[in-house]
């Protein structure tokens, strides 16, 4: 061939304390791409079912892809990938910042962690090298003193460092891992992996140049890519401005705002804790991801009535909703420090405001007393409270202990009926955005091997008006040309679900930003093409880029079905097949119905048999065929 | 929408002597695209099962497609979608020339022709408008005669007429319809359909021009694919200078000439029949169909031993194959002769040679006498009886009269175990590509909803050593990237065989040529999504295109099941699970074993059932809904 992309992969055994580099052929890397495609096929291949995702035969692997690490806007992103022990299923976490990028210029396109270190470690990589190095000094302290001791030690303040803090040491299941202290690989307990196997942290620093096979083009479409962002992003409402902060209002407003669990979609308190606020009082600036001209990253500083650290960033929407809205909590200081503390003890922000807004509900039902808080008022609305809760989370103390384990396990621990409250799909906490209102969402919770996942829900991101015609824009070149009402579940719904599902499964597995790539018009999905094209040098198509996003799919479910997962874990929690309490979409609610129909005809949709299991023909058009017989080996073919 | 694809669609009722004119909406055109996926929208919804073919109920759409008629190389083709008299299952046959082009220049997309006229009558067709015509004159009439009978009543010897000879007005089960008396919808007795219908023929002429959303780009692509094609093509054995007949001395130098009723694949007389012995001796010229500069259809004259008319061209590969070494016979006058004959009387010569030569094996088994041929000694090699064959099958003379009916058929009048050498997939004969060498024609025979044909069935080409880089060059694009062997059939070769397949019912759709199109260097597939959306305006992607390749074999599926077919129908003739009995490829079959298991990898793989239904899920995806309500209505999920 005349250019063939040539990448390596790092291999860590951290019980023989053991690092390697494979060069797997190009083959491989057209077949899985990178991200959770490339980091699946690993843990199909290498880890066997039924593994303690705490056990030293875990694995977890950080991936990139084959176009990270170029200079344009949404392409700095990466994924841990792993077995969730929120879940007990596949989990892809994704952040975007600077390690994916720098991981590329240190020469490797993946890291594939096993084992467990006996004693407190972080590893370095440096230029194509790796070692494991001893964390016994950082080992209990925040993800902050954790990067300064690194870079101190090592003598470069321009390492990037992924690590954890206390919640991932002390396994807090949806403890995080997060880059430059505010880029988090936030949910499903990734950094509660990393704590089981004794390691601290991933620091990285590289010099290699990315190889291009034809860099004009890369430069020329980036080029076109911030001309367009910069000319049709919505100035005073749009990502630049506000971050995605700006999403409160609108969600508010169309009644899909999650407020006190989810109880109700209308939060009175709205304004207060909106992007608009945010820009008006405490941000200090917006912050762009490796070559991005976005800027969407907020940060934010305050002192009353909470000191706020800059070097945390600031909070997401997702963090407003789950510790704002949802706790019932108006006051933006007191989310933007529960986001710091978040950050700093490695807590996914939207875990951890579920669990607090489940406790919440369950106090105020009587499930919970105060002599199980330690006598703190868990009443919705309570910011103090709040913000005492992610501390006691993040070090398991009193109440705090049983919801690291996350309201599914709480639920079952505190009895009651507090499983009504418990709001998660196969585990994972329901993120903030209503099932009830948006058809795709509905499906996307149901139907991800994931869990209740906002990204890979495939939301058709109605809810901010002015973005409807963007997405739907992102899909017509597949044919989905007929305009479609927003919650109603048909056979037409299904399929653009489906197809909203592949695309974003292909962006997720060349970890491409989510913001940068729903607008259609920021990239056509021919230009990505032409991107990729340009990077690798295939002869590639969007037929095959399409293949990414179905392979990792498949994939995925392929885990799950090993794992033992069945239809019954395609469901959403009660309180969505009953009505929204309140606010413009009141009564609002799924019907089980057409979403058991939905189900069955979405199965048939991707190749899957009755029972939810790819067939083997599925896979191998895929060119998956292995993970057939891996299936047929473990019986998950018989009936 | 800034620009939209607008078509017409003219209904013809020849029982109630009515036409009328129909603009569907673009939404019809981005689904349905054209050709044989247009046509069977219409039957499947139009058409009830089990409807007699030769019944006036029965319909017969002529689709042109939304990118046909353009001045490029390749464009010129239209289809006829019908039910097959021969098969009983959908037949899709294409033909290029210049019928297509002209239909469009008149204005339409599409003819759908249903009832039955009382008298002979011809549908005259002239910018927009239409009328039912007498053709009391020319009834009985050869297509030759036809045509300059319709052109002098209307006084426009540019008007381009696809009509019927004898063999039609007979309905010999596989008549077919000529346009310019020699470029043939062959197979699957569409021309008996319009006997049936009492339709002589369809004159066309127009003079409107194509629209093009931007000519520019348009024109730019077909001058890239005439440089490409005058640039690579090989001069001394390729299509400009030896025709489709190139392939006879590859295909016997590779054992896999059809000889004898496929006794064997290698025929000692090959070099006599060949494209370089027809270039030497009888070539008038190569002519090429509407804007092409390929020019691979011939044009021979002779005298002795026949006097062969060139008006009606010269044989392809399929027809010296079928007629040539597959009766044993050596003689290319006598070939060019049977050619002619076929033309005149509108007979397909693949199944004509196929008849011939099985009734030969009959006869050489003495399940034939020569009471039975009318004292015709109808051995292998006897180039007379073969010649006189073709004109007794045309007029259901003798023996001729059982033959017409197809081997199907024919064995079963005949009994005395004449099934053995009835060589046909679903009651259609296997055409000039063996399937016991190719594991693509293996599979395209076999699952082919048409029956056994070489055009769909996504053989590789690899009979044309020099053509295999081209083959494979035409998949990579979609991922398919590694080199497999010919003949074997694994879970990777069926992938192939499924994307080669998909690639090819997307030209089918389109109407493209497939000899333009084979070859990627002429257009690669990125240039066809460019030539789409230049001609039509489209957003379109690789992705929305190949859709189309799988909704027309959905819905051909669909219409089978519809009609009865079952599983039971998807087999090869039981020679091809015998051994070929010399040359090269010696002792080759398909293994039985491999093929079952093929066949339910497959059907999986394209989202049918177990049954080979097309599941509800899968037709949901493709936009079919309504065609698996239309399945569900006729009990075809039920177990």
């Not at 001791?149 to 396994?171: K, P, S």
């Not at 105020?364 to 009443?379: F, P, V, W, Y």
């Not at 015609?469 to 037409?492: C, M, N, Q, T, W």
């Not at 230009?527 to 690798?536: F, G, H, K, Q, S």
Request: charged residues 25%; hydrophobic residues 40%; proline residues 4%.
């Amino acid at each position: 061939m005349p250019f063939g992309y040539n990448g390596k992969i790092l291999r860590v055994d951290l019980s023989r304390k053991e690092v390697t580099v494979e060069e797997p052929d190009e083959y491989f890397y057209r077949t899985y791409g990178g991200g959770a495609c490339l980091g699946a096929h690993y843990l199909l291949k290498e880890m066997s079912p039924e593994v303690d995702p705490f056990g030293s035969d875990s694995i977890i692997v950080f991936a990139g892809s084959v176009v990270n690490g170029v200079p344009v806007p949404g392409f700095a992103r990466s994924a841990i990938v792993f077995k969730s022990p929120l879940t007990g299923a596949i989990a892809d976490s994704q952040a975007a910042g600077y390690f994916g990028p720098e991981l590329k210029f240190a020469g490797f396109d993946a890291i594939i962690i096993k084992g467990k270190s006996k004693k407190p470690a972080y590893l370095w990589i440096r230029d194509g090298e790796a070692e494991i190095r001893d964390a016994s000094g950082i080992w209990g302290k925040t993800t902050g003193e954790a990067q300064d001791m690194i870079r101190t030690e090592l003598g470069d303040e321009r390492i990037i460092v992924a690590g954890i803090g206390q919640a991932g040491e002390n396994l807090v299941r949806y403890a995080c891992v997060l880059n430059n202290l505010k880029h988090a690989y936030g949910r499903l307990g990734g950094g509660a992996i990393m704590g089981s196997k004794n390691l601290k942290a991933i620091a990285v620093r590289g010099h290699k140049k990315i190889n291009m096979k034809d860099k004009e083009t890369v430069l020329s479409i980036a080029k076109h890519f911030s001309t367009n962002f910069m000319k049709e992003s919505p100035t005073d409402s749009g990502l630049r401005n506000l971050g995605t902060a700006k999403d409160v209002i609108p969600q508010n407003e169309t009644g899909q705002l999650p407020t006190r669990n989810f109880q109700t979609g209308y939060f009175e308190g709205a304004e207060k804790i909106s992007g608009q606020r945010m820009r008006d009082t405490i941000l200090v600036r917006g912050e762009a991801c490796y070559a991005c001209s976005v800027r969407c990253k907020r940060v934010v500083k305050a002192t009353e009535p909470y000191e706020v650290d800059p070097i945390y960033g600031g909070p997401e929407y997702e963090t407003i909703a789950m510790l704002g809205s949802n706790c019932g909590v108006d006051d933006l200081v007191a989310v933007s420090k529960a986001n710091e503390l978040c950050n700093k003890y490695g807590l996914d922000t939207i875990s951890t405001g579920a669990n607090i807004a489940f406790a919440m509900e369950c106090y105020e039902n009587e499930i919970i007393s105060k002599k199980d808080t330690g006598e703190i008022d868990l009443r919705f609305g309570n910011a103090d409270a709040m913000v005492k809760m992610v501390e006691m989370i993040a070090k398991r103390e009193g109440i705090g202990d049983i919801l690291a384990e996350g309201v599914k396990r709480a639920a079952e621990k505190l009895g009651k009926g507090a499983e009504k409250f418990a709001l998660h799909v196969k585990g994972e906490e329901v993120p903030a955005h209503d099932p009830r209102v948006q058809a795709h969402v509905t499906l996307g919770y149901t139907l991800s091997s994931i869990g209740a996942d906002h990204i890979r829900a495939a939301h058709d991101g109605a809810f901010t008006p002015g973005w409807i015609p963007y997405f739907a824009e992102r899909v017509k070149p597949l044919g989905i040309i007929e305009p479609l009402e927003l919650s109603s579940i048909d056979h037409r719904k299904i399929r653009r679900f489906r197809y909203f599902q592949n695309v974003f499964s292909m962006q997720d597995t060349l970890n491409l930003c989510l913001l940068a790539f729903l607008p259609a018009f920021y990239f056509t999905l021919g230009e990505l093409v032409d991107m990729v094209r340009a990077i690798t040098g295939w002869e590639t198509s969007l037929w095959e880029l399409l293949k990414f996003g179905e392979r990792r799919v498949a994939m995925f479910r392929a885990f799950n079905v090993r794992e033992g997962f069945t239809k019954e874990d395609d469901w959403l929690p009660e309180r969505m097949f009953e009505g929204i309490l309140s606010g413009p979409r009141k009564g609002q609610k799924v019907d089980k119905d057409k979403l058991r129909e939905a189900i069955d005809l979405y199965y048939e949709m991707v190749g899957w048999n009755k029972d939810g299991v790819p067939t083997k023909g599925k896979l191998a058009e895929l060119d998956l065929f292995w993970v057939a017989k891996e299936l047929d080996k473990h019986d998950k073919y018989k009936k």
